[in-house]
């Protein structure tokens, strides 16, 4: 590896090969956690409260986490986020109790707190080296095709994996699940992605002094998480526009469970056995990030003609009632249609979403916009999976569909706030020409 500077162009290849390390083992999971965990023998309420120990812990440590790339580098904390991968990982794989797991959520949800944002800055910085306030965005566009690619092809062979059941059907081992094999892929992959970001990622070495410097900011900063999180509070409490929509967003975390963590419980009650739903959650989980792109290509068409605030309206209705279909119709095939659709929905309501909070945010606030409706996204799931989970465990995974879904469609009322001041927007240059006419 050299010792000098990368140039923008090697810089670029590593973020794409450390992105598609990163999120690879990512989709040859995502889709089968839930029927790892019941599998094992977790109530549906148990695997959601996993669900929502992942969720917690990443609400807690996502802005204690964030100064230390600055502090200490982004190589350090991105490494230290693929070991912690590599320990989440291998915490699922062995996990046979609730207990267990709590613990591999846990780690999981640190993992995602470290990993937020390192690999981009890292990259962004290493090009700024040489093309000094050089924009990157195409560069980074390309790193979120990336991603869903990544996951897209990961659950293919995830699929593929669990049909095959190579264990059972090659080495002749009857004890080990099919899903367990995709797991296990899953764990040898995140190993690869630490390897690989131990040899790719390159940065100067702080001087000691810097360092330390540097850390104790971060450990200062660290420490003003609750007054980062009062100031947001705070600012939801002076601005109802922004209120309304992080709880809109509150409402979408609801109707994620429903074709998050339920659809392939649904799909396994339909077919009967486990080891064909992870079969078929695969290449379906595939085809939903191809379709959650294209949802994101109709939101901008959308919010051209509707407004912006229509279409986040639009994306969340047509969503929530995408979920609650799932939880009626009687068939799989009718069942992956839905999904298929929801998921689509799901794309078009996250960019117009996104542009209502930076109307509503400026530069001295919009991390902490940004934070907040993720922190509170997060804290959202994290309260209402098990309770969505108990519903399924005690009437049925269909009734617990439904009831997300119809609450989820409640969160486009709270666009209304945004609509008006859309409006109001659109109005202002017309009234402030008539008065100066």
């Not at 998480?225 to 002076?238: D, E, K, M, N, Y």
């Not at 400026?362 to 916009?369: I, L, M, P």
């Not at 409640?410 to 209304?416: E, I, K, P, R, T």
């Amino acid at each position: 590896m050299s010792h000098g500077h990368l140039t923008p162009r090697e810089a670029e290849r590593r973020l794409y090969l450390l992105t598609v390390t990163r999120w690879f083992p990512v989709g040859l999971v995502v889709g089968i956690f839930v029927l790892v965990q019941t599998g094992r023998g977790l109530s549906i309420a148990q695997a959601a409260t996993v669900g929502g120990i992942m969720g917690i812990a990443c609400f807690l440590l996502e802005l204690p986490t964030s100064g230390f790339a600055d502090a200490v580098g982004r190589r350090p904390v991105y490494l230290a986020a693929a070991v912690v991968n590599v320990i989440a990982a291998l915490a699922y794989a062995l996990a046979q109790d609730f207990w267990a797991f709590v613990v591999a959520g846990a780690l999981m949800g640190a993992f995602r707190a470290l990993d937020s944002g390192p690999l981009e800055a890292w990259f962004v910085d290493t090009v700024h080296v040489s093309e000094p306030g050089a924009d990157v965005d195409r560069q980074l566009s390309r790193e979120g095709t990336l991603v869903g690619g990544a996951i897209a092809l990961g659950a293919v062979l995830s699929g593929g994996l669990i049909w095959w059941d190579p264990v059972r059907t090659v080495a002749g081992f009857e004890g080990v699940s099919a899903l367990d094999a995709a797991v296990w892929v899953s764990v040898a992959l995140t190993v690869v992605h630490l390897v690989a970001a131990a040899v790719l990622m390159h940065e100067p070495r702080l001087p000691a002094a810097e360092g330390r410097t540097r850390l104790a900011h971060a450990l200062t900063e660290s420490r003003q998480t609750p007054a980062v999180i009062h100031s947001g509070l705070r600012l939801l409490g002076t601005n109802r526009v922004l209120l309304a929509l992080v709880v809109a967003e509150v409402f979408w975390s609801i109707g994620m469970i429903t074709f998050e963590s339920l659809m392939p419980l649904r799909l396994e009650e339909m077919l009967g056995s486990s080891q064909q739903a992870g079969a078929l959650v695969g290449p379906v989980s595939a085809a939903g990030w191809g379709l959650f792109a294209a949802g994101s290509w109709l939101a901008g068409v959308s919010s051209a003609r509707l407004g912006v605030a229509r279409a986040a309206m639009l994306g969340r209705t047509l969503n929530a009632i995408g979920a609650v279909v799932m939880g009626l119709v009687a068939g799989p095939v009718a069942l992956v249609v839905a999904y298929l659709f929801t998921y689509s929905m799901h794309g078009m309501n996250g960019p117009p979403h996104a542009a209502l909070l930076h109307r509503e945010a400026d530069a001295s606030n919009r991390s902490t916009v940004l934070s907040i409706d993720s922190m509170m996204a997060f804290l959202a799931f994290a309260v209402a999976a098990p309770l969505v989970g108990t519903l399924a465990d005690r009437a049925s995974i269909a009734a617990a569909m439904v009831t997300a879904g119809a609450i989820s469609v409640l969160g486009a009322v709270f666009y209304l706030p945004a609509r008006r001041a859309e409006r109001s927007r659109a109005l202002a240059p017309v009234e402030s020409g008539t008065l100066t006419g």
